[in-house]
């Protein structure tokens, strides 16, 4: 039994009408477990910018610091793409993740057996792949400096600047140790350590730290080797770890075995207060039209009770009512299958929500 104080940023495009059910879910399984989950919304991304003229508001950072964890919809959309690149919504939310010091972002990859034909990847190759990517969320080349564009004509030229240190590298080589003990006791530790000194440290890093984890069988691979084993065999990786960058495309590499990018969650780890998505966009084409899949966010909030809050049982039971639905045939349009029922971005929340019950 507890009160726990949730801040919710909606967003922009379909971020609010997947928070809606959300939320919903959220409340539901309070009032089957005897929680009470009070939210609070918050500004961030486009909207932020339209109403306060930034897209990451001082009142939105200290309220989000002041909750117990954070729900996060969506942001972004062609109508903010010609703001000033530090006054985009992208840089709202690289900002929140480093006020937040969420440096580990924990991205699942699952193929459920229902949706294995889904995938534009042949099902025998997919099904029953489960992978959890951890990327490193607060450093790399995404944070790193000197950076900028300088110079005039042919002589002009743009640069960024890849740094970790060794503290970075051990703390998510840790998390991505400590998930690999929780599952299958498989680390593969991506990098490209034959050409980038920064990679070799995270190697050697990562190596040294292995033999805290004796249990834990660890591997290394190339870059482009990993988005080419990530399609040719899946089922071969348990927990990945990696970088910024490298697990900003893998991770979303990833996702697409899935068959939809609108059924994975994620949890931004670390700090004192946990960020918990959906990997998808704003989505502006559908926004509106009640077409938007919630099982993503939903299980953003079964990630978010799991990791965040610490209540297993109460995650567990969201997981269980959220692989229910697809059991019982019932689809959003990105997944619709023959011989299922297509539900709308509400109903789905009232499914799921009713399999809680």
Not at 53 to 80: H, N, Q, R
Not at 324 to 341: A, E, F, P, S
């Amino acid at each position: 039994m507890g009160d726990y104080n949730i801040s919710v940023i909606p967003g922009d495009g379909i971020g609010p009408e997947v928070c809606t059910e959300g939320i919903k879910v959220l409340n539901k399984i309070g009032e089957i477990c005897g929680h009470t989950f009070s939210c609070t919304e918050y500004l961030a991304g486009g909207i932020a910018i339209d109403e306060t003229g930034v897209p990451l508001p001082e009142e939105t950072i200290k309220g989000v610091l002041a909750s117990d964890s954070l729900l996060f919809g969506a942001i972004g959309g062609p109508k903010w793409e010609d703001q000033p690149q530090h006054n985009k919504p992208e840089a709202g939310l690289l900002q929140l993740r480093k006020e937040l010091g969420a440096f580990a972002n924990l991205r699942p990859a699952i193929v459920f057996d229902e949706l294995a034909e889904a995938s534009t990847i042949k099902t025998e190759i997919i099904r029953g792949t489960d992978i959890m990517v951890v990327r490193e969320l607060t450093g790399g080349i995404y944070f790193g400096g000197p950076r900028g564009i300088e110079g005039e004509g042919e002589n002009r030229k743009g640069f960024n600047t890849m740094v970790y240190t060794a503290e970075e590298i051990e703390r998510i080589a840790r998390v991505g140790f400590d998930t690999a003990m929780a599952r299958n006791k498989k680390l593969c530790s991506v990098d490209k350590a034959n050409v980038l000194d920064v990679s070799q440290l995270w190697r050697d890093v990562v190596t040294e730290l292995s033999k805290e984890y004796p249990e834990v069988e660890l591997s290394h691979m190339y870059v482009d080797n990993a988005a080419m084993q990530l399609i040719r065999d899946p089922k071969q990786f348990d927990v990945i770890v990696t970088g910024n960058i490298f697990g900003d495309i893998l991770s979303d590499e990833a996702s697409q075995l899935t068959g939809s990018i609108g059924m994975l969650a994620s949890a931004s780890v670390g700090g004192p207060i946990g960020f918990f998505e959906p990997v998808h966009g704003s989505a502006p084409d559908i926004t509106g039209q009640a077409l938007a899949n919630p099982l993503a966010m939903i299980g953003s909030v079964e990630m978010m009770l799991r990791y965040g809050l610490k209540l297993h049982d109460e995650a567990d039971k969201v997981n269980n009512a959220l692989r229910q639905v697809l059991k019982d045939g019932l689809r959003t349009g990105d997944i619709m299958q023959d011989g299922c029922q297509q539900l709308n971005t509400s109903q789905m929340g009232d499914a799921v929500c009713e399999r809680l019950a």
